[in-house]
């Protein structure tokens, strides 16, 4: 019927119409918000704002090879930008690239400063597990007191009970976890000539993991090996992270268990999540299904949190008149320094690092599919022969 749907016509709303301030009172004032580091008044207004009657409807592409039903597997975000590759004493003498396709990539990765809600912690974290705060035998407090690599993290509820004005910033509350396997096991023999590795300085970022709902941020070391020289400068800065592979495979396998990732070249995921997808790869479930179910799972977390927020801020009912203002909740993919600079792994990046985990482990595949009875036999099973 012509006419019948007029009322389903609405105007997109962008991230960009957002707030940046809003007020628990019903009628927010006209006036433009400001920025929150202004010298002018802030004005109020509602975090959520009016829903547009008349924004169209959008049309699905049922030309979709994949189907309308197929997951997008898109991801959100970028890898880690302000990385530790920035620190040049790092050994490359494995990594060969020619001096254009370098300075392309040096371009491309171009650090974005992290976020003070991220750095801030990170450096408390690092002080406190620093030489002058460990104990004889060089174990930092979170190993010799509560024996545990994970920074104790507080609950959502008290950091809002505990401040008086709370912003989303505050909320984010990142997970720490501390990687410092030389104070654990005392020797660490370098990958290249078996000398003793040293302890050299902390890792200057902390770097990011993809766990179910949330990442994990790892605070590493730089080990350096005072016997190796750099392929380039000639001079003994050969070092090596704390996380790197070669470092957890002279780790007692004991030790070397307890790393909950498996890196890519600037991320990672979380063991748990890794085995959880290789169920799920196994049972039927694409790589492009599995980035959306990770996307629900850290949109669902962070609207939790939110809502978390919202709920905080309604219970204080003197505050609309006395003109308390609170910071409204910044989209989850926003990069900026007050966002949450997500990261989830697309399905192009989920299926690199399955790819990487059986070339890694294809001799003892090839052994297991060996050793399985010849019951059946067709013409790809003539390995077994």
Avoid at 218 to 233: E, F, N, Q, T, V
Wanted: hydrophobic share 35%; charged share 25%.
């Amino acid at each position: 019927m012509p006419g019948s749907h007029s009322f389903l016509k609405r105007k997109s709303v962008t991230s960009s119409t957002l707030p940046t301030l809003f007020s628990p009172s019903a009628q927010p004032p006209s006036a433009p918000p400001v920025l929150p580091n202004s010298s002018a008044p802030s004005p109020a207004h509602t975090i959520i704002p009016n829903i547009d009657q008349e924004r169209a409807i959008d049309q699905e592409d049922d030309n979709d090879e994949d189907g309308p039903m197929e997951g997008s597997g898109d991801g959100l975000g970028d890898e880690d930008d302000a990385g530790d590759d920035e620190d040049g004493e790092d050994d490359k003498e494995d990594v060969e690239e020619d001096e254009d396709q370098s300075k392309t990539r040096q371009k491309a990765r171009k650090a974005r400063p992290l976020p003070s809600w991220l750095l801030e912690p990170f450096r408390i974290h690092v002080e406190q597990s620093g030489a002058a705060h460990r104990d004889a035998n060089g174990l930092p407090p979170l190993y010799s007191r509560h024996s545990t690599f994970y920074f104790p993290q507080p609950a959502v509820f008290f950091l809002l009970a505990n401040h008086t004005t709370p912003s989303p910033q505050t909320l984010y509350n990142p997970r720490f976890f501390l990687w410092d396997p030389l104070a654990l096991c005392k020797l660490i023999p370098c990958p290249k000539c078996r000398c003793p590795l040293n302890r050299h300085n902390v890792i200057p970022t902390p770097r990011r993991v993809v766990d179910f709902d949330s990442p994990i941020w790892i605070i590493g070391y730089r080990y350096r090996c005072h016997h190796c020289l750099h392929p380039k400068s000639g001079k003994n800065t050969v070092t090596f992270r704390s996380w790197d592979p070669r470092i957890l495979n002279n780790l007692p396998p004991a030790l070397a268990t307890e790393f909950p990732a498996m890196l890519s070249h600037r991320s990672g995921m979380a063991k748990g999540v890794f085995s959880f997808m290789r169920l799920c790869f196994q049972n039927g479930m694409g790589a492009k299904q599995f980035s959306d179910a990770l996307r629900v799972q850290h949109l669902l977390s962070y609207d939790n949190l939110h809502l978390q927020y919202l709920d905080f801020i309604a219970a204080r009912h003197l505050d609309r008149w006395t003109g308390q203002q609170y910071a409204a909740f910044l989209p989850f993919d926003d990069i900026s320094l007050l966002g949450p600079r997500a990261f989830l792994p697309s399905a192009q990046w989920l299926r690199d690092r399955y790819d990487d985990f059986i070339e890694e482990h294809r001799l003892e595949l090839n052994q297991q599919m060996a050793l399985l009875t010849a019951e059946v036999c067709a013409i790809d099973h003539s390995h077994k022969v």
